[in-house]
């Protein structure tokens, strides 16, 4: 079956370190993978994307790598700040003509000062 | 600038109520998506429509409806609202086309059947 897994423990870091977070599938062959960030009560938002043929793509202190032989892509905030603090969702398109996602369960970041 | 709007913000509803979810986007997306996310489920996809004047199910679609009214709305309709549909529901929109772009949310409905 399709599945994306995300690490449920929350990962904790102090502040100036680089987070790194996973995110791995199976049974998928997406086109492209997104990230998202979610604050307690808030909606998703979106943070990047990243196509099947992109390796890697940066964003101000973040950085997103796509891997489609290991089925996994990372996501990096170097200078972490406590304000990085939330849950971040990785995504695939579960179809590319209806632009629907399917959702991995998120990693809670808590950066402390 | 109002992206997603969802309507209410928070709703109580006893056992076999009925009630819609609004939802409305204003930068003219075609494609609208209705998720509901529960600890330790994730968001997962409850019903969605890819363009105006279509919709369709998505993997938790039993025990709603829904309705493209136009472009720009997109609204969630429990008939006879049940415990286990106590959840967060998030309207979301995309452009669709050649390039997809990342999804704008709404911020949520806070159900809760009593």
């Known amino acids: 079956s399709q599945k994306i897994e995300q690490n449920s423990e929350a990962l904790n870091i102090q502040e100036g370190k680089t987070a790194t977070l996973t995110c791995n599938y199976t049974n998928y062959s997406p086109a492209y993978l997104q990230w998202y960030r979610q604050d307690p009560g808030r909606g998703p938002v979106f943070l990047l994307l990243?196509?099947?043929?992109?390796k890697e793509k940066r964003k101000e202190r973040l950085k997103v790598t796509f891997d489609t032989t290991l089925k996994q892509s990372l996501f990096h905030i170097t200078a972490s700040q406590p304000a990085d603090s939330a849950t971040y969702l990785c995504a695939l398109d579960g179809s590319s003509n209806t632009g629907k996602l399917i959702f991995g369960q998120g990693t809670t970041l808590q950066v402390k000062p | 600038n109002a992206g997603v709007t969802q309507t209410p913000k928070f709703q109580v509803l006893k056992t076999g109520q009925s009630m819609t979810l609004q939802c409305a986007q204003d930068m003219n997306h075609n494609s609208m998506y209705w998720y509901r996310q529960d600890p330790g489920m994730g968001l997962r996809l409850i019903y969605y429509s890819a363009s105006e004047g279509t919709t369709d199910k998505g993997e938790v679609p039993n025990g709603y409806n829904v309705s493209r009214l136009n472009k720009r709305e997109f609204s969630l309709r429990l008939e006879s609202a049940a415990p286990s549909q106590t959840s967060v529901y998030f309207c979301?929109?995309?452009?669709?086309?050649?390039?997809?772009?990342?999804?704008?949310f709404g911020s949520g409905t806070r159900l809760t059947v009593v």
């Open positions: 979301a929109s995309r452009r669709q086309g050649v390039e997809w772009g990342g999804y704008t």
């Open positions: 990243i196509r099947e043929n992109e």
